[in-house]
Nanobody
Framework: QVQLVESGGGLVQPGGSLTLSCATS????????MSWFRQAPGKGLEWVST????????YYADSVRDRFTISRDNAKGTLYLQMNNLKSEDTAVYYC??????????????????WGQGTQVTVSS
C-alpha cells in the first residue's frame, strides 16, 4: 500500500553535491509533512530536515542548515533533498519518512510510521 523509495545516493568528494529523491505511492502525499533522516556508521537515526505540506515551511538540523535544501513536488508525490558542500560527517544512509496521521513532533523518529529502504551517501577524498 504505502511505499517510499529513495534514490540518488553515491560517492562524492568533500565539497561536492548530490540530490536525493523519494518517490511515494499509496497515500495522498499533500496531506502529510515529510522528512529526511540519516544514520551514520555506528550511530542512531538523526533527523535532518522536514517540509510541510505545501513545501513553503521547511526546517533543518543545525548540522546541515545553509548547505541542504528540502523540497517537494506534490503533483508527482516526490520529496527531494539537495545537498551542497558535502562534508565527511554527512556520510550516512539517508531515509525518507512519512508521519503518522496525528503526528506533530517532526524531529522524532517515533512520529513516523513509514520509511523507505534508504540510500547511501559516502563523502570521501
Amino acid at each position: 500500500q504505502v511505499q517510499l523509495v529513495e534514490s540518488g545516493g553515491g560517492l562524492v568528494q568533500p565539497g561536492g553535491s548530490l540530490t536525493l529523491s523519494c518517490a511515494t505511492s499509496g497515500f495522498t502525499f499533500v496531506f502529510y509533512y515529510m522528512s529526511w533522516f540519516r544514520q551514520a556508521p555506528g550511530k542512531g537515526l538523526e533527523w535532518v530536515s522536514t517540509a510541510y505540506n505545501d513545501g513553503r515551511n521547511t526546517y533543518y538540523a543545525d548540522s546541515v542548515r545553509d548547505r541542504f535544501t528540502i523540497s517537494r513536488d506534490n503533483a508527482k508525490g516526490t520529496l527531494y533533498l539537495q545537498m551542497n558542500n558535502l562534508k565527511s560527517e554527512d556520510t550516512a544512509v539517508y531515509y525518507c519518512a512519512r508521519p503518522k496521521s496525528y503526528g506533530s513532533e517532526f524531529e522524532e523518529v517515533a512520529d513516523y510510521d513509514y520509511w523507505g529502504q534508504g540510500t547511501q551517501v559516502t563523502v570521501s577524498s
